[in-house]
């Protein structure tokens, strides 16, 4: 029983929701509708990489959006004309690599609060874009993006597949690496890590970092994914990121549900959406139903963890 | 010269968190800009930075009461709109404005209750709370519509013995909250309880015999309860019901509340900090406006002061 109640509310989530899928519309549960509508969450998947490991630090990153903003911008504005798809790939990348380490350095070595640090830097890049944009929508994302977005393996999209790699990339570095010790310790108890010799600046400032650049390949995606580009993408992402990396198990300090707890937690958020559409859930109840949703588990997932 | 750098960044052993430098910049702000236009100083201008800028001073002052103890309110946005939405369903006054009190009391009193008892993290809790609030509204109220109570709208736009109605609502908001935080009890607990949770020991002001749970869920019930009063205010600026004018209204109010120098971490932070944050956000935007900056640019503008601020505060530990 005990075994039980220390599993992430994100699993219990996911299981009810593909129950209640597959009591009332048994026919969508074939991979080629799941797979449509897991890979419309692939953006999210990724962000929430980042956010767990950053919150596993203690730490906080709500930048998300920003970052996502501007490449999308940057790509689909044509700002880079005739540019080649490598070098607007390593130019996303590189953006988010240096918003993380901006990030990293504020939270870690000038010890700034978290959550105003990257909620202004979001800020930052978001009106950045406003300016550059004037408002108006860009143009087109290069086709190529969308080509390889649309790719399957078999009966399973590339996105799909390319965010379980990076997951399980990202779940042995931290169970393998010196760098994944640190970021236990840290979040176990900073002084305690820090009298231990652990570089707890570094590591704050190197999660940062990692988490930056998933933004960055959070942004491909979700540019791929939308062909044309827009002046309001992913802006509530980061916020949605941490309500999953909650669900996960993964809160501030405390990493139980490891990387597949979070990974559950975005797949429980486009289940929950498949679910919703297709007993013609309007817009206002979809906003109650994901609420109390979030809070139930998190309600459940806190009595557990006070009582443990 | 250190001396000097310190008070104005504030002492680290100071319980008020740094307000100086703010306050300087707003001094700084509002003499370049009447410096630089003349509308500035014309007595229409500045009628209307009072009424621009109390929606934000009220809901930051609301905010300020759950930072200092180390918890944060992101459903004040969905607060706001749901006020107006219930304002605008029609009915007397007398009936309309207490029930948006009672609402948002019962609001702050779940928020209060889901954290404390449950042990749920505030960021999540408040969070869901802003969905279903918003989600509450957008049935009551799909497009902005419908008519606010006359009082209401009187009691935004008139005036008394000449001086505007904006003014009374900032002295009421103001008053009331010195009370609680510095007139109270329950404002020093507020400081013992964040103090605790900022320094890593949760069960610290527990521990001295206060009774951190109750005073808790009061905080969130004190900041829902400012968000409504916004909310009224802003019902009686627009005379009607919008679902969407809160929207991220809660993180200018956080905006507000650091830029006074008020600490996310709990513990340290002043009202008279709060007040002059959400001061100087609105005579940036009045000062943007009028010196004709590209409304574009103003959010990053906004984006890279709020940085500014953060990265001079000295603090001890890294966190939230």
Redesign the interface.
């Known amino acids: 029983m005990r075994r039980l109640l220390r599993i992430p509310p994100a699993y219990y989530v996911f299981a009810v929701l593909l129950l209640i899928l597959w009591v009332a519309r048994p026919n969508m549960l074939n991979l080629n509708v799941m797979g449509i509508f897991v890979r419309q969450i692939v953006p999210l998947g990724i962000l929430v990489l980042g956010q767990l490991l950053v919150m596993r630090v203690?730490?906080?990153d709500l930048s998300g959006g920003g970052v996502i903003l501007l490449i999308n911008y940057t790509i689909s504005s044509g700002v880079f004309p005739g540019a080649s798809m490598i070098f607007l790939i390593v130019l996303a990348l590189a953006t988010g690599l240096a918003v993380g380490l901006f990030n990293g350095l504020?939270?870690?070595v000038?010890?700034?609060?978290?959550?105003?640090?990257t909620?202004?830097?979001?800020?930052?890049l978001?009106?950045?874009v406003?300016?550059l944009?004037?408002?108006k929508p860009p143009g087109d994302v290069p086709g190529m993006f969308g080509d390889i977005y649309n790719t399957k393996l078999g009966p399973v999209p590339t996105p799909v597949i390319f965010w379980v790699v990076v997951s399980a990339a990202l779940s042995l570095f931290l169970s393998r690496t010196v760098f994944g010790r640190y970021v236990t310790s840290v979040g176990e108890n900073?002084?305690a890590a820090h009298f231990s010799g652990v570089p707890?600046?570094r590591t704050?400032v190197l999660a940062h970092t990692l988490a930056g650049l998933l933004a960055g390949v959070s942004a491909l995606v979700q540019t791929a994914s939308i062909a044309v580009g827009s002046v309001r993408v992913g802006l509530d992402l980061p916020?949605l990121a941490?309500?999953a990396t909650?669900l996960g198990g993964v809160?501030?300090g405390r990493g139980e549900g490891g990387v597949w707890g979070p990974f559950f937690g975005v797949l429980s958020f486009a289940l929950l959406f498949v679910v919703m559409t297709t007993f013609g859930v309007d817009?206002?109840?979809?906003?109650?139903?994901?609420?109390?949703i979030?809070?139930l588990a998190?309600?459940f997932y806190?009595?557990r963890?006070?009582s443990s | 010269m250190t001396a000097i750098s310190r008070r104005l960044t504030g002492a680290r052993g100071s319980r008020q968190g740094m307000w100086l430098l703010p306050l300087l910049i707003t001094v700084a702000i509002a003499l370049w800009l009447s410096l630089q236009t003349k509308q500035f100083l014309y007595g229409e201008n500045l009628l209307n930075l009072v009424p621009q800028a109390m929606p934000l001073v009220i809901t930051a002052v609301g905010q300020m009461f759950v930072i200092l103890l180390g918890g944060?309110d992101?459903s004040v946005g969905s607060m706001i709109s749901f006020t107006t939405a219930v304002l605008a369903l029609g009915g007397p006054a007398w009936v309309l404005i207490p029930t948006v009190f009672v609402l948002a009391g019962l609001v702050g009193v779940t928020n209060g209750f889901?954290i404390t008892r449950?042990?749920?993290?505030p960021?999540?809790?408040t969070?869901?709370?802003?969905?279903?609030l918003?989600?509450?509204?957008?049935?009551l109220r799909?497009v902005s519509g419908g008519t606010v109570p006359d009082v209401v709208i009187s009691a935004v736009a008139g005036s008394f013995l000449g001086v505007p109605m904006p003014v009374f609502w900032g002295i009421f908001t103001i008053l009331v909250a010195w009370k609680l935080v510095y007139g109270s009890r329950f404002g020093l607990h507020l400081f013992a309880i964040g103090g605790g949770v900022s320094s890593?020991v949760e069960d610290a002001a527990h521990n001295l015999g206060i009774a951190d749970r109750r005073n808790i869920v009061l905080a969130y019930v004190i900041c829902a309860c400012f968000a409504a009063l916004a909310g009224i205010f802003l019902a009686g600026r627009i005379v009607s019901g919008d679902p969407n004018v809160g929207l991220l209204f809660e993180?200018d109010a956080?905006?507000a509340v650091?830029i006074g120098g008020t600490?996310?971490?709990g513990g340290i932070g002043s009202l008279h900090g709060t007040v002059i944050g959400a001061l100087v956000m609105a005579l940036l935007a009045n000062g943007m406006n009028l010196t004709n900056v590209?409304p574009?640019?103003?959010?990053?503008?906004?984006?890279?002061i709020?940085?500014l601020v953060?990265?001079l505060?000295s603090?001890?530990?890294?966190?939230?």
Not at chain 1, 110 to 117: D, G, L, Y
Not at chain 2, 118 to 121: A, L, Y
């Open positions: 203690r730490s906080i504020m939270v870690g000038r010890r700034a609060s978290a959550v105003i640090v909620l202004a830097v979001g800020i930052v978001v009106g950045f406003q300016y944009s004037s408002g900073v002084q707890v600046a704050v916020i941490v309500a909650i809160v501030f817009e206002p109840g979809k906003l109650i139903a994901q609420g109390l979030i809070l998190a309600i806190g009595v963890s006070r | 944060l992101l889901i449950f042990n749920v993290h960021i999540i809790a969070l869901s709370m802003q969905y279903i918003l989600g509450v509204t957008r049935v799909p890593g993180l956080i905006t650091a600490q996310l971490s590209s574009f640019i103003q959010t990053t503008i906004k984006g890279a709020l940085l953060v990265a505060q603090r001890k530990k890294m966190g939230l």
